[in-house]
């Protein structure tokens, strides 16, 4: 029995990873230029050095996250390190469907994994996971599929589905304001 190791995009930590660089190069840089002659730079230089570490810490932690899946189940190592399993008797079903950006058109595939009491056990967002990825899941586990035909909003999903979400994106609905 194989088991598939799926990992997200290695473009997002390039992405990021120039954002970073494009905000801090050129504040250091004034920082350093400020402060070199009054020969106040190193608590610059320790800041340049805590900011390295935490990138550090960051790339470290994207490059093990990682979800593993087989006929057997399915486990999960978070961006944060936490590691969770659920068996194949443990899964209920898995839910696909394209979710819309916030303020766009485009969509993103969405795979939740849920047990059998519906709760969400595994969530695999397309913005790091590639379709690919999420269809090995639906080939891996032999568990009912929903494909949802239609992309919907987060509010959409929120009213129909909301346990799928995570806790910050659920919203109140039905609210009087």
């Given amino acids: 029995m194989h088991s598939h190791a799926l990992r997200p995009h290695g473009r997002l930590i390039v992405q990021t990873g120039l954002s970073v660089l494009a905000l801090v190069a050129p504040i250091s840089a004034v920082l350093f230029w400020l402060t070199i002659p009054t020969g106040t730079w190193q608590p610059v230089l320790v800041a340049q050095l805590v900011m390295v570490a935490f990138c ?25 390190g936490r590691v969770t399993n659920f068996s194949a008797a443990e899964i209920g ?6 979710l ?7 969509t993103h595939p969405q795979l939740f994994v849920t047990g059998a009491d519906g709760r969400l056990l595994v969530r ?5 996971y590639a379709r690919g990825a ?4 639906v080939d891996q586990l ?6 949802v035909p239609e992309p919907m909003t987060l509010q959409e999903l929120n009213r129909a589905r909301p346990e799928l979400l995570y806790w910050f994106e659920r919203r109140l609905t039905g609210r009087v304001s």
Avoid at 100 to 106: E, N, R, V
Avoid at 142 to 147: E, W
């Fill in 124 to 128: 695999m967002r397309g913005q790091y």
């Fill in 100 to 106: 819309y950006q916030s303020g766009a058109l485009d």
């Fill in 134 to 137: 999420m269809d090995t899941v």
């Fill in 56 to 80: 550090a810490l960051a790339y470290l932690s994207y490059t093990r996250t990682v979800i593993r899946v087989d006929a057997d189940g399915i486990s999960e190592r978070g961006f944060l």
């Fill in 142 to 147: 032999d568990v009912p599929v929903v494909r």
């Fill in 93 to 98: 079903s898995v839910v696909l469907l394209d």
